[in-house]
C-alpha cells in the first residue's frame, strides 16, 4: 500500500510538472506571436513610409505619382507669378488696403500655397529614409523648402499680432517675400538634366573659383590703371572705374563711361580686344 501511494504522488507531481510546461509554452508562444505582429507591423510600416518616399520623389512610379509631380511643378510657378505679380500696382492697385479685392485674392493665394507646402513638407519629412540620423535637415534642397515655407508664417504670424501697429513692418515683409525665390530650385528635384549641371557646378568649384578670381583681378587691373590714367568726374574712384571694366569686358558696353584722352584709350583697347574670341 505504501508504494502504490508513492507512485500515486510520483504520478500527480509528474501531472503538475506537464501543466505548468503546457502553460509556459504556451506562453512562450503568445509572446513569439506577438513579436511577430510587432515586426510586421514594423515592416508594413516602413514599407509604405518608402513607397511614400518613391512615391514623393519618383515621378515615373505611377501615374498618380506624375501628377503630383506636375501639381507640385504647378504650384511653385504660380506662386512665383503671384509673388511678382503682386508688386504691380495696375494689377493689384490696393493690395496694401485689407478688406479690398487685391487684398482678398493675394491672402488666399498666400494661404493655398502655404497649406499645400506644409504637407507636402510634412510628407517629406515623415517618409525620408534616414529620418532617425535627422539627415532630412542635412539635405540642401530640404533647406530650401523650409526656408521658404518660414515667410509665409512669419507673415501670418506678424498679421494677427499687435507688433504690426506698434512698428513698420514693410521691410520684413520685403525681406520675407523675397525668401520665397528659392522656391524656384524645387525645380532641381523634378529635373535630372539641372541635377547634373548643379552637380557638376559643385564638383568643379576649385576651378570655377579660380576662373572667378582671375576675371576680378583682370578688373580691377584695368579699373586702377583707368582711374589714374583717366580721373576727372566720369572716373572719380576705383570703384567707378572697375564698373566700367567690369561692363567693357562684359561686351556689355552702356556707354555712361567713355575714356577722353588717348592714353585713356590705348588704356581701354586692350580691354576691349581681351573679350573678342
Given at each position: 500500500m505504501a508504494e502504490l501511494r508513492y507512485f500515486r504522488l510520483m504520478?500527480?507531481?509528474?501531472?503538475?510538472?506537464?501543466?505548468?510546461?503546457?502553460?509556459?509554452?504556451?506562453?512562450?508562444?503568445?509572446?513569439?506571436?506577438?513579436?511577430?505582429?510587432t515586426v510586421s507591423r514594423g515592416r508594413a510600416i516602413e514599407q509604405n513610409r518608402l513607397y511614400l518616399h518613391e512615391f514623393l520623389?519618383?515621378?515615373?512610379?505611377?501615374?498618380?505619382?506624375?501628377?503630383?509631380?506636375?501639381l507640385d511643378v504647378l504650384m511653385v510657378i504660380v506662386s512665383m507669378l503671384f509673388m511678382m505679380l503682386e508688386t504691380d500696382k495696375e494689377i493689384f492697385p490696393?493690395?496694401?488696403?485689407?478688406g479690398s479685392t487685391s487684398y482678398e485674392i493675394v491672402h488666399v493665394a498666400d494661404k493655398v500655397f502655404m497649406i499645400f507646402f506644409s504637407i507636402d513638407l510634412a510628407l517629406r519629412a515623415i517618409s525620408w529614409p534616414e529620418y532617425r540620423q535627422c539627415s532630412y535637415v542635412k539635405e540642401p534642397s530640404n533647406v530650401l523648402d523650409?526656408?521658404?515655407?518660414?515667410?509665409?508664417?512669419?507673415?501670418?504670424?506678424?498679421?494677427?499680432?499687435?507688433?504690426?501697429?506698434?512698428?513698420?513692418?514693410?521691410?520684413?515683409?520685403?525681406?520675407?517675400?523675397?525668401?520665397?525665390?528659392?522656391?524656384?530650385f524645387?525645380?532641381?528635384?523634378?529635373?535630372?538634366?539641372?541635377?547634373?549641371?548643379?552637380?557638376?557646378?559643385?564638383?568643379?568649384?576649385g576651378q570655377l573659383g579660380i576662373i572667378y578670381l582671375f576675371s576680378h583681378?583682370?578688373?580691377?587691373?584695368?579699373?586702377?590703371?583707368?582711374?589714374?590714367?583717366?580721373?576727372?568726374?566720369?572716373?572719380?574712384?576705383?570703384?567707378?572705374s572697375c564698373w566700367w571694366s567690369l561692363v567693357t569686358?562684359?561686351?556689355?558696353?552702356?556707354?555712361?563711361q567713355v575714356p577722353r584722352t588717348l592714353v585713356g584709350g590705348l588704356v581701354g583697347s586692350p580691354a576691349v580686344m581681351a573679350t573678342l574670341r
Open positions: 504520478l500527480d507531481d509528474s501531472s503538475h510538472v506537464m501543466d505548468d510546461d503546457v502553460l509556459s509554452m504556451g506562453e512562450h508562444e503568445g509572446e513569439e506571436s506577438d513579436n511577430v505582429n520623389n519618383n515621378p515615373h512610379l505611377s501615374l498618380f505619382s506624375l501628377a503630383y509631380c506636375c490696393d493690395i496694401q488696403v485689407k523650409i526656408i521658404a515655407l518660414c515667410p509665409y508664417y512669419i507673415e501670418h504670424v506678424l498679421r494677427l499680432s499687435d507688433i504690426s501697429s506698434r512698428i513698420d513692418i514693410v521691410a520684413i515683409l520685403r525681406a520675407m517675400r523675397l525668401l520665397r525665390m528659392v522656391r524656384i524645387r525645380f532641381v528635384r523634378h529635373s535630372n538634366d539641372l541635377f547634373q549641371i548643379i552637380r557638376f557646378v559643385v564638383e568643379t568649384r583681378i583682370i578688373i580691377l587691373l584695368f579699373g586702377s590703371v583707368m582711374y589714374y590714367v583717366e580721373g576727372g568726374p566720369r572716373f572719380e574712384s576705383i570703384l567707378s569686358l562684359s561686351t556689355l558696353g552702356y556707354g555712361d
